[in-house]
């Protein structure tokens, strides 16, 4: 990994801000854009900008033809059997709204149950609560260790006759942790439970290979894997994705339209109702394209040397407290100094030029199970230096002297 190298393709990393250079952080919220997938946004609105799949001259063609391309560069980026199991959407949110409506609908009906966890981002948590609301089911939520990793006899406990989905975070994005979706859905499959997996926080960092983790589900979103906001994707296996009915009604969906009923379109066309984001989907392919040649083992390695680098000289300040201290982690850590309020913390670094989060993450439920009102959070991609974990060490420091 030639970090120097790597930097200049990300042209918003070399500015600087209050007059010092920029120490961007917040890599969990959302990461960076290189230079190529900027690049293939401009030349499809430059050259192959049209609406997709219902037009017959040279442009739409063209943008059809690259749409198509980009799906199977994901199938293959993640190793799904077929294109078909590949949907786009706006982002992990959207595919997760998408699965819980239309499965629900499909497969859960009153005195089922659903499984989650408390470590879930809402977007994992909220359409699962208000989807098992509305069909008189009940949501059940397994909990942590004090290391932050999913108590897995509390989870094995759960699994029973009425259990209709396990759906569970791939990486937390408060604690880091890496759960076990690997055991945790061949265990829910010998209950023949089907398991889907929010992999937010998890494409960025790891290889992911849905068929070898066999998950039934698989979403995730292209700007947190240094693709442009507003396209993501949803992976489902064939055989729910047949059964489950469209999420969104509209153009493309669609088969026949008559006066009193409509047949759908086939895979993955019935869940892609309405005009896509096209030029969104040429940005994810490229940023595809970007990864692989880095190689994702070299990018979960670099950014592995980083998390430790960084957990080792954040131990020594005063009064830290880690949230998520599992063996097996992601690139980020979550913490707060002695009583220090996190936005305060947060506050203070920026004006040293550093971004990192502050707040509850969108994990309110976590937050109450943990007793804290927030985190700092810092999260770590493969642009970030060693140099800038020194700085975060330093600004932090300043900033308990200040607050304490
Ligand atoms: N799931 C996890 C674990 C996340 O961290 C996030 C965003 O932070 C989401 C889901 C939602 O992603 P988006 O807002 O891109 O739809």
């Not at 943008?63 to 799906?71: C, F, G, P, Q, V």
């Not at 009153?110 to 949501?139: K, Y």
């Not at 055991?183 to 829910?188: D, F, G, Q």
């Not at 296996?237 to 969104?248: A, C, I, N």
Request: contains cysteine; glycine residues 8%.
């Amino acid at each position: 990994m030639d970090i120097n190298k790597i930097r200049a393709d990300f042209p918003i990393l070399s500015q600087q801000i209050y007059n010092r250079p920029l120490v961007y952080l917040d890599n969990a919220a959302s990461t960076q854009k290189p230079r190529q997938v900027i690049d293939a946004i401009v030349k499809y609105y430059e050259h192959d900008n049209c609406n997709i799949h219902r037009g017959v001259h040279y442009l739409s063609v063209k943008a059809t033809e690259a749409y198509e391309e980009a799906r199977r560069e994901v199938r293959q980026f993640i190793n799904a059997k077929s294109t078909c199991e590949i949907i786009f959407t706006k982002g992990a949110t959207e595919s997760l709204n998408l699965v819980a409506s239309s499965f629900g609908k499909q497969y859960v009906k009153a005195g089922d149950e659903v499984i989650t966890s408390i470590m879930e981002h809402h977007s994992n948590f909220v359409p699962w609560q208000q989807m098992c609301l509305e069909r008189g089911a009940t949501l059940r939520v397994a909990g942590i260790n004090p290391q932050g990793e999913l108590d897995l006899d509390e989870l094995k406990g759960m699994l029973n006759g009425k259990t209709r989905l396990v759906a569970l975070t791939h990486v937390s994005n408060v604690l880091g942790t890496i759960n076990p979706v690997k055991e945790i859905i061949a265990l829910a499959h010998l209950h023949g439970i089907p398991v889907l997996i929010d992999g937010a926080q998890g494409v960025s960092h790891l290889p992911v290979d849905v068929q070898e983790m066999d998950c039934d589900f698989y979403c995730f979103s292209g700007h947190k894997m240094y693709a442009p906001m507003g396209a993501g994707v949803l992976y489902g296996k064939e055989k729910f994705l047949e059964e489950m009915p469209p999420y969104q009604m509209g153009g493309e969906m669609i088969k026949d339209v008559y006066l009193d009923h409509t047949t759908f379109n086939e895979l993955p066309f019935k869940f892609e109702a309405g005009t896509p984001n096209v030029g969104g989907v040429m940005g994810l392919h490229a940023a595809i394209l970007y990864l692989n040649g880095l190689g994702m083992e070299n990018i979960a390695a670099y950014e592995d040397q980083l998390l430790k680098y960084a957990t080792e000289k954040l131990s020594a300040i005063n009064d830290i407290r880690f949230f998520g201290t599992s063996r097996h982690k992601a690139s980020l850590v979550s913490f707060l100094i002695g009583n220090i309020h996190p936005y305060d913390t947060g506050m203070i670094i920026d004006k040293m030029g550093i971004a990192v989060r502050t707040g509850h993450h969108c994990a309110m439920p976590l937050m109450d199970y943990l007793k804290i009102p927030g985190t700092v959070r810092a999260s770590f991609a493969f642009y970030n230096t060693f140099e800038e974990v020194d700085q975060l060490v330093a600004a932090i420091g300043k900033a308990r002297e200040m607050l304490s």
